[in-house]
């Protein structure tokens, strides 16, 4: 089984509470579950913490998401937690600070052959909040099992890459339409969510994503 798992809270230390920004006729949250929410998957989960269940669950449930409630520091255990809760087997990984994720980036990535028989896979040369990372989710539960690194616990996924002769690690470029290595559009803070806003002025509050390339190019054309 597939799963969507979006990692989110309301403790930012650079942006308290950044998930519930507005950001178009919802929040930053909300834009990333819409968008989330059309990458070809069995389901959805938003895997939060306790002390931001009654804010964020219900926007996630509103949308047709599931909610797990799991570790607020260590990330990796509430994604394996997640994992065993409805029996993942595939996760696809994303952070609710990213209002612009590419769902077009998403299926790309997840209708290449390699990302099936792969442990690990991103791409490479996206704008910085595009991407998802597809992952093998008993690659995930060994790293559970084995890491008491914090830094592999909190962004979940370095215990694999760190590893390429143990997991199989797929990292292509990105689709011409969608490279943009230098760009950034991932919200950490004011400043970030000021610019974010300005460009979902400019492009709309759910772009395309080619059509936000171009304009992040300096291209021209709106969405």
């Known amino acids: 089984m597939t799963g969507v798992i979006l990692q989110a809270r309301l403790g930012s230390t650079r942006l308290p509470r950044k998930a519930l920004l507005p950001f178009g006729d919802g929040t930053l ?15 959805r989960v938003l895997a939060t913490e306790p ?3 009654p804010e964020l669950g219900p926007r996630a449930e509103a949308l047709g998401w599931k909610v797990f409630v799991g570790s607020e520091e260590d990330v990796l255990a509430r994604y394996c937690g997640a994992i065993r809760e409805y029996r993942i087997s595939r996760v696809i990984r994303a952070t609710g600070d990213n209002p612009f994720v590419s769902p077009e980036a998403a299926e790309s990535l997840l209708s ?3 990302t099936a028989v792969s442990d ?11 991407g998802v990372e597809v ?4 690659a995930l539960l060994e790293a559970e099992a084995e890491s008491s690194d914090l830094y592999e616990r909190e962004h979940v996924c370095p215990f694999l890459y760190r590893r390429p002769g143990r997991f199989s690690i797929y990292r292509p470029e990105a689709p011409g339409s969608l490279r943009a290595p230098e760009a950034r559009v991932t919200v950490d803070t004011q400043e970030d969510y000021e610019a974010a806003r300005a460009l979902a002025e400019e492009c709309g509050f759910d772009p395309p994503s080619a059509a936000l390339v171009r304009r992040l190019l300096g291209l021209g054309g709106k969405a």
């Open 112 to 114: 290449d052959p390699r």
């Open 29 to 43: 949250l909300e834009s990333c579950l819409r968008r989330l929410s059309r990458v070809p998957a069995d389901l």
């Open 135 to 138: 992952v093998r989710a008993s």
């Open 51 to 53: 002390g931001s269940v």
């Open 120 to 130: 690990y896979a991103a791409y490479q040369g996206l704008p910085l909040g595009f």
